[in-house]
């Protein structure tokens, strides 16, 4: 298994751009989301789903939209790039609800 | 915001336990308690999680409280290589949603 995979690894975007981040996994995991790490901070969960078709918003959804059209892909897009969205970006997955978490390896977002 | 109250951060000597206190008090009664960690800026890890009774796996141990307000994730022989920051997390009862919160910073030291 390749477990939990994001591209790219890093971006530079201008403000005002769009952009998607993808994110995959290959365990048939159920309950996926999508994080943000801010310098020195913890992670705040921007959008979850617990299946394909469902998502949900989390703490910080405003300028961010999800899909879920199959289980293996969680693609987070960006609207329209603002530099506050600079932040390194984690993708997570788990069997289901509850069950324990795989991080992918992040993708480092800056925003100018 | 998270439900859970953690240190900012602690120290602990390599090879001894590293005791990784929260803060739950207004944990519900089927709400579970998870530790994640991060080493420096990799995605987090998980370490364990429980409800009510102390858990142990290969990677540590979890006392909770009887009151379940409450809880202390032990390394047993703390290495260089625990250096991370440490999350509880409490999930509100049906929302489907990991809060993480600030977490506690160990340092291990040589």
């Known amino acids: 298994n390749a477990g939990v995979t994001q591209t790219p690894k890093f971006q530079v975007l201008k403000t005002g751009q769009s952009m998607t981040l993808q994110c995959a996994q290959d365990?048939?995991?159920?309950?996926m989301s999508w994080y943000r790490q801010d310098p020195g901070m913890g992670l705040r969960l921007i959008h979850y789903s617990v299946g394909a078709g469902i998502t949900d918003q989390g703490e910080v959804p405003n300028g961010y939209n999800v899909s879920r059209s199959t289980t293996e892909d969680f693609p987070l897009r960006l609207l329209s790039a603002a530099p506050s969205q600079t932040s390194v970006y984690f993708c997570?997955?788990?069997?289901?609800?509850?069950?324990?978490?795989?991080f992918g390896p992040g993708t480092r977002l800056t925003v100018t | 915001d998270a439900k859970t109250t953690q240190p900012t951060s602690m120290d602990c000597a390599e090879g001894r336990a590293a005791n990784l206190p929260c803060n739950h008090s207004t944990i519900s009664g089927n709400e579970y308690v998870y530790w994640y960690r991060q080493i420096h800026s990799q995605g987090p890890q998980y370490i364990i999680h429980?409800?009510?009774n102390n858990e142990t796996n290969e990677m540590a141990s979890l006392i909770i409280t009887e009151d379940r307000k409450s809880s202390t994730l032990i390394l047993p022989h703390a290495t260089l290589r625990d250096t991370a920051v440490y999350y509880c997390i409490v999930p509100t009862s049906g929302t489907y949603k990991y809060i993480f919160g600030t977490g506690t910073r160990l340092k291990v030291l040589a």
């Open positions: 365990m048939n995991h159920e309950y």
């Open positions: 429980g409800l009510k």
């Open positions: 997570a997955s788990s069997y289901k609800w509850g069950y324990e978490q795989y």
